[in-house]
């Protein structure tokens, strides 16, 4: 079925699919911000972020300008630090939901062929993603493509004093948007999309629990 620019699977019958619920941890996790914290102001001092006083300006308020700008820096970093673990969860989360979709649609004879690459059209992994998207769940500001490259990126989310800081301000969304792009490309093509209208699911903040 095409409808616009879109390709969908065609599905027999008319009946809405179950699948399993979506598990996702909606907060970072960090348990120590005071470590966090630490880091950002070690990658600032390592990475010489801030540009030294002007001589010409009162030490004692040169310090204390000093000062400020680099805890507005840690700050900066260490709230770009969260928002990446934050990605990474609902990367994790997404993929394993990934997972359980793709073997509730092996066990089910009538889903069972649009997962096949021999057939047109059929769906491959980023349709599940897609699918997502075109549901619009509700992620609290996680964009869904970056949060699944931050996973193929990191097995486990890195402490920040791994990081540079042009990753943590700059390259991040890059980096993620390289990785989901190759993963979506390796199913052979043409992918199309599972019709929104035909799946339901739940989606569980495992964080509230």
Known sequence: ?????????????????????????????????????????????RE????????????????IELDRRKMDLALNLTEQYLEFVQHWRWGDDVLEWIRQCETTFETRMDLRNLLRADLWPHAGRCSFVTLLEDKAIETGGVTLEKAVGMRLTFRQPPPLKCFSDQFLLYLNSTVAHTAYNTWAAMSQSPISSLPPERFHFQVVNMSLE
């Open 1 to 45: 079925m095409i409808l616009g620019d879109r390709k969908f699977v065609e599905l027999p019958g008319s009946k809405t699919h179950e699948l399993p619920p979506l598990l996702v941890r909606t907060s970072a996790g960090v348990k120590r911000l005071d470590r966090v914290m630490e880091m950002a102001n070690d990658l600032i001092e």
């Open 48 to 63: 010489d972020m801030l540009a030294p006083p002007s001589v010409e300006t009162d030490p004692a308020r040169a310090q």
